[in-house]
């Protein structure tokens, strides 16, 4: 009977010709460097190697297909551990430069408003009429985008607001406000995961998501993030919302095969980076 421990360890694997060509296709002659800060980043971290090597090399199968780092010093994309598994996530950093990559966007942009900055916002349009600034007091965040053609939408969440949508989409983010506990990112980096939740919010109303090259990326970095990669599509395990929509994985990102073996296939966070989301997809976040 075949046990855990005759499971081949993340460094086998990484050292396979399988799995080495799968990287080599994506990432060309930085894919070396590439699966070895995955093995970096998991023996740095005790509860990433607790986690399935199937989820770790599907987390990092997404990030190299984007072409965004995981070093966490960087700030871009990050493997985070969830209940024995690993789960992609981007910041918004990394939104923007993947936004930015379509060619598409003139500017994009997200940060905390501190109290008077905003004096109204028009119900019609949505457009923002500033204000001047009262206290340092943060009472909501703003992600604003400004396409090449010429398009411009802002959004604006209310500190309330974002609250609220924290506790209803991050089942951590929820047990900490019971337990007096800070387990989660939205307890510990509150303004990262707020700036990421309103600029994905914005973009996922308003940007340009199509299959097309440019845009590609981009829709798969909103779909794919806080999610742990399977065989059968993206689960997101910290939010629990009823009729989750799988799409298949190969629908998603098709990595290139490592051979001929058809059955090629490359649930937060205890120890998450400070710049990272950790918590759940939004309508996501």
């Known amino acids: 009977m075949r046990t855990a421990q005759d499971e081949p360890s993340l460094q086998e694997l990484l ?14 002659k930085s894919a070396q460097s590439f699966m070895s800060s995955i093995l970096t980043i998991v023996r740095g971290n005790a509860k990433l190697r607790e986690c399935s090597t199937d ?9 190299a297909a984007l072409k965004l780092p995981i070093n966490p010093s960087l700030g871009f994309a990050f493997i985070v551990p969830y209940k024995g598994h690993a789960t992609f996530q981007i910041s918004w950093k990394g939104f923007v430069q993947l936004a930015m990559r379509s060619g598409q966007y003139r500017t994009l942009n997200s940060g905390a408003v501190r109290e008077g900055q905003i004096e109204e916002i028009d119900f019609v349009t949505g457009e923002i009429i500033r204000g001047e600034k009262t206290s340092d007091e943060v009472v909501g965040y703003v992600a604003y985008m400004e396409l090449i053609n010429g398009f411009k939408k802002s959004l604006y969440m209310s500190l309330d607001e974002m609250q609220a949508h ?13 337990s007096g506990r800070k387990s989660s990112v939205w307890s510990t980096n509150f303004d990262a995961m707020a700036k990421k939740t309103v600029l994905k919010k914005l973009l996922n109303n308003f940007g340009i998501i199509s299959i097309d090259q440019q ?7 909103l779909q794919a993030d806080q999610a742990v990669i399977t065989e059968d599509g993206y689960r997101y395990i910290d939010n629990e919302r009823g009729g989750e929509k799988i799409v298949p994985f190969s629908d998603i990102i098709s990595l290139p095969e490592g051979g001929d073996d058809p059955d090629d296939t490359p649930d937060n966070p205890d120890d998450t980076p400070d710049d990272t989301p950790n918590d759940k997809p939004d309508e996501q976040n």
Not at 19 to 26: M, N, T, Y
Not at 166 to 178: F, G, I, V
Not at 215 to 221: G, I, P, Y
């Open 215 to 221: 845009s590609a990326d981009l829709a798969t970095a």
């Open 15 to 28: 050292n396979s010709e399988k799995i080495r060509r799968r990287f080599e296709a994506l990432l060309d």
């Open 55 to 63: 989820s770790i090399l599907a987390a990092a199968g997404i990030a």
């Open 166 to 178: 924290a506790e209803k989409y991050s089942q951590s983010y929820a047990y900490d406000l019971r």
